[in-house]
């Protein structure tokens, strides 16, 4: 059998026995659903197993694992059930400000570590995505990420999916001045989960205190406060010195998100809020990029369609989505066909970074 020099790391929903029975090199598999790690095939190894681990009710993850092995039978790979049927992906669990549980970014390091055993450079296939962290690049996935992937870490790619191009307003970016509340208008079609980040423009200094702490959200509907925070009570995250606050409305209807800067403080605040589930739309200070977790990270080769609708600034290069790619359907779909356009890569030269990887790979790549 031939030597390999890459392999492909697939984290999803999960993937069917007809699915696995196209893989002919598993190396491994992360169940965080029955949290288990397998070393090689469990499927071959123990077909008592095939029932508990094999499952993949959504048919996602069988799809993407059907699709890169059509193009590329002999690849090995390594396999991440990284969704709940139910609840969907499954993230780091955290107790007190600390990390107490693995999620879908431990079980990807994981797998890299489980590569490198092998001796094997690695491309991963995500492809899923929403926004539950900061998508400049200061969340923790890409934290977490960053320990394997990017500029002088050769050997380790992740491609991700830039989400469904359809130019959804789920993005916004505002500020608070001196003693002026900013007011956000926000349609509600069903319950809404929402994930709102400090950053600081103008004056203030980013790491000072005031700027951590002087704000307050507001948010109506129907003329009632339906939430308020104070800024000084939510903590800053350890990994990028950045305050988050997340929160759910039930229902549906206008709803209106209200920044204002305590009394006394003066200056401007930055402030931004993704739409991370729920139909919703903002309908007042939209940020036009939408490109979902992981692919809006900064080291990550996000791939969307040419005809998609991502951001304004989409096809010039340098911007995301890094890869635009010809013809339809769902992106996350199409995935496959520009990871195994990487693994070439890799094959050839596996002392390459995901930098060198993007650059090589160019905005328009061709993919036969």
């Not at 002999?74 to 990284?82: A, E, G, K, Y």
């Not at 934290?143 to 870490?153: H, L, N, P, R, S």
């Not at 200094?205 to 704000?215: I, L, M, R, V």
């Not at 990887?357 to 160019?362: F, P, R, S, W, Y």
Request: aromatic share 8%; proline share 5%.
């Amino acid at each position: 059998m031939e030597k390999r020099k890459a392999a492909v790391i697939i984290a999803d929903t999960g993937f069917s026995p007809d699915s696995l029975a196209g893989a002919t090199r598993i190396l491994g598999v992360y169940d965080l659903v029955q949290r288990r790690c397998v070393i090689g095939n469990p499927y071959v190894t123990d077909a008592t197993d095939l029932g508990a681990i094999a499952g993949d009710p959504h048919k996602h993850g069988s799809f993407v694992l059907k699709a890169l092995t059509a193009l590329d039978p002999d690849v090995p790979v390594v396999l991440i059930r990284s969704h709940d049927p139910e609840e969907g992906i499954i993230r780091t669990t955290w107790r007190q400000g600390k990390p107490v549980s693995d999620g879908w970014t431990e079980a990807y390091l994981w797998a890299v570590r489980l590569c490198q055993l092998h001796g094997l450079a690695s491309v991963a296939n995500f492809s899923f995505g929403r926004v539950f962290h900061a998508a400049d690049g200061t969340g923790w996935d890409a934290f977490q990420f960053a320990k394997v992937v990017g500029e002088g870490k050769p050997g380790h790619v992740i491609v991700a999916a830039s989400g469904p191009g359809d130019g959804r307003a789920a993005h916004a970016a505002f500020s608070a001045v001196d003693n002026t509340a900013t007011a956000i208008a926000v349609q509600q079609s069903e319950t809404t989960s929402y994930n709102f980040w400090t950053k600081v423009n103008g004056a203030v200094d980013e790491n000072s205190s005031d700027a951590q702490e002087d704000w307050i959200l507001e948010v109506w509907r129907g003329g009632s406060l339906v939430f308020r925070q104070d800024g000084a009570q939510v903590p800053v995250n350890f990994w990028n010195g950045r305050k988050q606050l997340q929160f759910t409305l039930e229902g549906e209807g206008r709803v209106t998100l209200v920044v204002k800067l305590k009394d006394g403080a003066s200056g401007e605040r930055g402030f931004e809020c993704w739409l991370a589930t729920g139909n919703a739309r903002f309908l007042d200070h939209v940020d036009d990029t939408y490109i979902v977790e992981p692919a809006a990270f900064p080291s990550v080769i996000a791939v969307g369609l040419k005809t998609g609708n991502y951001s304004s600034a989409q096809k010039l290069p340098g911007c995301k989505p890094d890869v635009l790619i010809d013809g339809g359907g769902p992106i996350s779909f199409r995935l496959p066909e520009v990871v195994v356009k990487v693994v070439r890569i890799l094959e050839d030269n596996p002392s390459l970074d995901a930098i060198q990887v993007k650059a090589l790979l160019g905005k328009y790549p061709v993919l036969s």
